[in-house]
């Protein structure tokens, strides 16, 4: 089945891969139409592929990540706070010059 996805007339390269795939017809019967269609079809989905990649799994992909990183960005958030903290009691700890032990 075919599909035109939105995207693709956006796309500089679109139209040079139609001009380039459709072969001209001495005829003007539906069976040639039928085939540069075919034709002009399986050619937009190779370069699909070649420009756009899989657009659906890119896009889960990367939701997902969003979704981790949300979901991590507070323990990540408090993980650097601690830091300072620590940090910051060093210092101290230095500065005085008291006994970590103690």
Same mark, same amino acid.
């Given at each position: 089945?075919?599909?035109?996805? +939105?995207?693709? /007339?956006?796309?500089? =390269?679109?139209?040079?891969?139609?001009?380039?795939? *459709?072969? /001209? =017809?001495?005829? #003007?019967?539906?069976?040639?139409?039928? &085939?540069?269609? #075919?034709?002009? &079809?399986? =050619?937009?989905?190779? *370069?699909? !592929?070649?420009?756009?990649?899989?657009?659906?799994?890119?896009?889960?992909?990367?939701?997902?990540?969003?979704?981790?990183?949300?979901?991590?960005? /507070?323990?990540?958030?408090?993980? +650097?706070?601690? !830091?300072?903290?620590?940090?910051?009691?060093?210092?101290?700890?230095?500065?005085?010059? #008291?006994?970590?032990?103690?």
């Amino acid at each position: 089945m075919y599909r035109c996805e +939105a995207m693709w /007339p956006r796309h500089d =390269s679109c139209e040079k891969v139609v001009a380039d795939n *459709w072969r /001209p =017809s001495t005829t #003007a019967d539906v069976r040639s139409l039928v &085939s540069n269609i #075919a034709h002009v &079809s399986s =050619s937009l989905r190779r *370069w699909d !592929r070649n420009v756009f990649g899989c657009v659906k799994h890119q896009l889960k992909e990367k939701t997902e990540l969003l979704l981790l990183n949300t979901l991590l960005m /507070p323990m990540v958030q408090r993980m +650097a706070k601690l !830091r300072c903290d620590i940090d910051e009691i060093l210092e101290r700890n230095l500065f005085f010059g #008291a006994n970590v032990s103690d």
